[in-house]
Structure formats: structure tokens, C-alpha cells
């Protein structure tokens, strides 16, 4: 009888631990396939042409600009047993604005949502999602 306890409690033992590195195992392997589809991505993407904002329209052009980005990280093979909806682009692209904030007489320059069409700098965040919808790696572009 306590031979049986002790073998089982070893069996036990050794399956939690298969199971944990199992779950690492996938949980890397995903990251790095994930990681791997976004350099490509963020390649392809840096290399297109910038899409201008628009100042005219209420959201600055941000959709315009955001739909024919995902377009582009859309178009990049993707790892085996993904899918196209796994990658995006993060909605509120931002602008580079130049404001004076302060009484401070210097112009102060940032990322912010109003379109500045004489400044043309683009921050686009592209994120990963796992098959369960929970993100997984993401990296942030300047255009």
C-alpha cells in the first residue's frame, strides 16, 4: 500500500509537470511566431507610402489612414494556423503636432489626434492576438 502511494504520488508529479512544459512550450512558440509576423509586418508597413491625414474630416483622417494601414498588415504571409484577424492596427493613430502648451514661448512637439498636415510623422501600434483574443506582442512604428 505504500508502495502504490509513493508511485502514484511520482505519477502525479510527472504529469503537472508535463502538462506545465507543454503549456510553456506553446505559450513560447506562439510568442515567437507572433513576434516573427510582426517584424514582417512592421517592415512591410514601414516601407509604404504614408497615407495623409485629413484635418478636414471630424476624426482627422484617423480611420482613412488606419483602414489602409490594415490593409497592408493584412497582405503579410502569416504563420501556419493563423489568421488574417489576429494581427490589426491599433485604432488612434496618432499625429505629430507642434503646440505651444504653456506660457513657456518654446513650440512644444507630441504625438496627439489632431492632424498638423505641415508635420508628417505617423505613430501606428501594431499588435498580435492568440487564438483566444488576449495580445500577445506589440510594437509601435514611426511613419
Known sequence: ???????????????????ATTIAGTRHRDHANAYGWLQSASDVLYSTPKINCDGALADKGESA???AYDDVVDNV????NWNDWQIRIVPNVQFWN???LDADPDIEYFF????????SLQLVRIEVRNTDGAIIEDVEIVK
Request: proline share 8%.
Open 98 to 100: 507642434a503646440a505651444n
Open 1 to 19: 500500500m505504500i508502495a502504490i502511494t509513493l508511485i502514484s504520488g511520482v505519477v502525479v508529479g510527472t504529469m503537472a509537470t508535463l502538462r
Open 77 to 80: 504571409p502569416h504563420p501556419q
Open 65 to 67: 489612414v488606419r483602414a
Open 112 to 119: 496627439g489626434s489632431d492632424c498638423d498636415p505641415s508635420l
